[in-house]
């Protein structure tokens, strides 16, 4: 098993920025990719971004890129979002999720495990 834990979260205004982080421990050494996805209220989650473990790979839903930056620090066991030029419309609960499997990056069905989510807020 793997927990993650998420922190960073908070209230930013439009064009800031804010740096999630995600805490991983437990069964961390099969750990493939990790990722973070977002839900806006009313909508269904989406993918943000997602960065294969060993190799540093990364992956980008087309709304964040050019803003979002994903990291990891293997040494921690921890991942990172940087976030900036925030719009309102990044507004969600952001979620950290795990898969110890090679497949689909932008599919929820994809990983194995799921942190309890951050908010971030962005005021126009």
């Known amino acids: 098993q793997v927990q993650l834990v998420e922190s960073g979260g908070g209230l930013v205004q439009a064009g800031g920025s804010l740096r999630l982080s995600c805490a991983a421990s437990g069964r961390t050494f099969s750990t493939y990719a990790m990722g973070w996805f977002r839900q806006a209220p009313g909508k269904e989650r989406e993918f943000v971004a997602q960065?294969?473990?060993?190799?540093?790979?990364?992956y980008y839903a087309d709304s964040v890129k050019g803003r979002f930056t994903i990291s990891r620090d293997n040494a921690k066991n921890t991942m990172y979002l940087q976030m900036n030029s925030l719009k309102p419309e990044d507004t969600a609960v952001y979620y950290c999720?795990?898969?110890?499997?090679?497949?689909?990056?932008?599919?929820?069905?994809?990983?194995?495990?799921w942190g309890q989510g951050t908010q971030v807020t962005v005021s126009s």
């Open positions: 960065v294969v473990w060993r190799v540093g790979t990364t």
């Open positions: 999720a795990a898969r110890d499997y090679s497949g689909s990056a932008y599919s929820e069905a994809s990983y194995n495990y």
